[in-house]
């Protein structure tokens, strides 16, 4: 992997004001200028969204310095979602696409993300280049070269919203929902997308007021929105996070459907998705998804944890949906990175395509007991835990104890000191016994 400080699996996140300050979003805009310029437009222009976050300004501000400091023309879409953003530099010609959000983050927190002209997030390699060049003293325009920034009205997101309505879907009419949008970056876009749906649709957590962003709601605090599911007797409900790039849904009796579980319907009654011999996921995601895809003659291809790797996979293969059990779903014929809002639409096609309710499809895929722990260890062993003997023995008398109705995963943390051990399978007493027994012997032996 190429070397980098200040980007992370998901753009550079961070205390707003402290690690991310304005001064870097600047250097940060500046760096993104000189590296991507080469090959572009005279004026090239940077797109920038955000999410509801109070120091969503201030950051918005200082990276639309910094790319009119370059010469580069910028254009504000204010409020809106990570995957407009994506879909939109594509759509509109930009050289690039900038998200200030910190995704399903507390409110204090907050990041930036890059998209390439075609709606992808930068590589690694294009981020470490950006991070090289970002400290240097940059070849400021001057006079008629500076470039100008220009705010744009919530209509330049309606070629985003037509392009999601014309996704094969049928009539959604019939369905009733509820949507908790976080307080977040979902506020206006997924409401006018449903009501231009004709959906009954109720809303949950629509006040944004720049500091209470995913608290106590969106799609890692779903407890309110299943109580109201449930209270008004409704056919599902979908939450999203804070920046819109991931959903998670209940069904009406409360239960919770995760991304496993909407790759799995998804797969199996959607049109364009039917003839996929292929679902990408990750190391993460449950066996009872590889084996219920397995009876529709479809492989899982698992990769490595992070929404970047699945969809370099996808890439690679030509595969047509992927995603990961946390709720980031790619759906390659119709965006380039995970939408949430998407992927609560392609779940209610789903649905309403099914003919059943969602308490009846959920009982066709199993879903295996799956327990994971965290263990802090050493500096040293969380780079060369493969090398410890006695884990390795252990790893392998536990994969022996759940044979083919189970699988046990151990892996280190990308950034923090500890290793990760997570076992699935058909006995939920002995997956508990094996995570137990090797989390003592790894706090043992190995902090």
């Known amino acids: 992997m190429a070397d980098r400080h200040w980007f992370g699996t998901d753009g550079v996140r961070g205390v707003a004001n402290e690690r991310l300050s304005p001064e870097l979003a600047l250097k940060l805009a500046s760096g ?47 409020v809106v979602p990570t995957p407009a953003v994506a879909w939109l530099t594509r759509q509109r010609g930009a050289q690039l696409g900038a998200m200030i959000s910190a995704s399903h983050n507390p409110a204090p927190d907050n990041g930036i993300k890059f998209f390439d002209h075609t709606g992808h997030k930068l590589s690694d390699a294009i981020e470490a280049a ?17 470039g100008r920034i220009q705010t744009l009205s ?10 999601l309505q014309q996704t094969d879907l049928i009539s959604l009419s019939s369905l009733r929902i509820a ?16 009501e231009a749906l004709g959906v009954q649709a109720h809303y949950l957590h629509r006040e944004p007021d720049g500091m209470n962003i995913n608290q106590a709601c969106g ?17 599902l409900g979908v939450a999203f996070d804070g920046d819109g790039d991931r959903c998670l849904a209940v069904g009406p009796q409360g239960q919770l459907i995760d991304g496993d579980q909407m790759l799995y319907l998804c797969r199996r009654y959607l049109p364009v998705l039917q003839r996929e011999g292929t679902v990408v996921a990750t190391v993460m995601s449950n066996l009872g998804l590889e084996q219920a895809l397995k009876a529709l003659d479809c492989q899982l291809l698992r990769t490595a944890v992070g929404d970047r790797y699945v969809l370099e996979a996808m890439q690679a293969g030509q595969h047509a949906l992927g995603g990961e059990q946390s709720g980031h779903l790619i759906f ?3 965006q380039s990175t995970g ?29 295996y007991p799956q327990l994971l722990k965290n263990v802090v ?30 699988r046990l995963l151990l892996r280190a943390s990308g950034t923090e000191p500890k290793l990760r051990v997570m076992a699935e399978g058909a006995d939920a007493q002995m997956v508990t016994a094996v995570v137990n027994e090797l989390c003592a012997l790894i706090a043992a032996e190995m902090t």
């Not at 006695?390 to 104890?401: D, E, I, T």
């Open 339 to 367: 939408d949430g809002l998407l992927s609560a639409l392609q779940l209610m096609n789903a649905v309403a395509r099914s003919g059943k309710t969602l308490t009846e499809l959920l009982s066709d895929m199993p879903q």
């Open 179 to 194: 949507v908790d949008l976080a307080h977040g970056a979902m506020v206006d876009l997924a409401p006018a997308l449903f």
């Open 154 to 163: 919530q209509a330049a997101c309606t070629p985003y919203l037509a392009h």
């Open 377 to 406: 260890v050493s500096a040293h062993w969380q780079q060369h835990w493969p090398e410890h003997i006695g884990l390795q023995a252990a790893a392998q008398a536990a994969n022996a104890r759940l044979a083919d109705q189970g």
């Open 219 to 235: 799609s890692t605090h779903l407890e309110a929105l299943q109580a109201y599911v449930q209270t008004h007797q409704l056919d």
């Open 130 to 146: 950006i991070e090289a060049t970002m400290d240097q003293i940059p070849p400021r325009q001057t006079g008629a070269g500076v």
């Open 332 to 334: 390659a014929p119709y």
């Open 32 to 78: 993104a200028a000189q590296v991507l310029s080469a090959g572009s437009p005279q004026r090239p222009i940077a797109l920038i969204g955000k999410d509801t976050r109070q120091s969503g300004d201030m950051l918005e501000s200082a990276l639309a310095a910094g790319f009119a400091a370059m010469g580069w023309d910028v254009a504000l879409l204010g």
